[in-house]
C-alpha cells in the first residue's frame, strides 16, 4: 500500500487549520488517515507546528513519502534529519548516542532561531504602537491649542492640525507595512 505523509484540510472558510498525517495516497485529501502525526496552524505568526518527530521518522523509514509541503514541515520541525542520521547509525558511520547529540544540538539551534524571530516581531509590534501613540498625542495637543479663543492662530493651528493628522496617518501606514516587511 503506498503511503503519503501529507496535509488535512480543516478549520473554515480563509482560516486553514491543517493535521499532518499518513494516509493511504489512494484516499481522499481529507478522508481516511492511518495515523495522525501532528498539525500545523499557518495563521500564527510564526507559525504553528507541533509534530510527533519519531512518528514521522517511522513512517520514513517504512517507505512512506511526503509531499512537497510535508517534507518542508518535516524538515523544519528536524524529523527528516533525524531520519537521515538513523541512516547513518544503520550503515555504521554514526553511533546512536552520536546521532542523537547532533539532533539535540540542531533542536536547540533551531528553538533560538524561532525565539529571536518572534522577539523581533513582538519589539516591531510595540515600536510600530509607541509611533502611533506619538501621532495621535500630537494631534490631540495640535486640536487642544485649536479651541483656544484667539481667531486668528485659530486658522494657523487648523491647519497645522490637519497637517498633523495626515503625517500620523502616513506614520500608522509606513509603521504597518513595515511590520509587514519584518514579517516577511
Avoid at 494516509?23 to 507541533?50: Q, V
Amino acid at each position: 500500500m503506498p503511503v503519503k505523509i501529507r496535509l488535512q484540510r480543516h478549520g473554515k472558510k480563509g482560516k486553514p487549520y491543517y493535521w499532518i498525517v499518513a494516509a493511504d495516497s489512494r484516499s481522499k485529501r481529507d478522508g481516511k488517515y492511518l495515523e495522525k502525526l501532528g498539525f500545523y496552524n499557518p495563521n500564527t505568526n510564526p507559525a504553528t507546528i507541533d509534530l510527533n518527530v519519531d512518528g514521522a521518522v517511522q513512517w520514513l523509514q517504512n517507505g512512506a513519502q511526503p509531499t512537497d509541503t510535508a517534507k518542508a514541515l518535516l524538515s523544519y520541525k528536524g524529523a527528516m534529519l533525524k531520519n537521515h542520521l538513523a541512516g547513518g547509525v544503520r550503515k555504521g558511520a554514526l553511533t546512536e548516542e552520536q546521532a542523537e547529540a547532533k539532533f539535540n544540538a540542531w533542536v536547540e539551534e533551531k528553538a533560538a532561531k524561532v525565539e529571536a524571530k518572534e522577539s523581533k516581531l513582538s519589539k516591531a509590534e510595540a515600536d510600530a504602537r509607541a509611533k502611533a501613540l506619538e501621532a495621535e498625542k500630537a494631534i490631540n495637543e495640535a486640536r487642544i491649542a485649536a479651541a483656544t479663543p484667539e481667531v486668528e492662530e485659530n486658522v494657523d493651528a487648523t491647519e497645522e492640525v490637519e497637517a498633523l493628522e495626515v503625517a500620523a496617518e502616513e506614520g500608522a501606514a509606513a509603521a504597518d507595512t513595515e511590520v509587514a516587511n519584518e514579517e516577511e
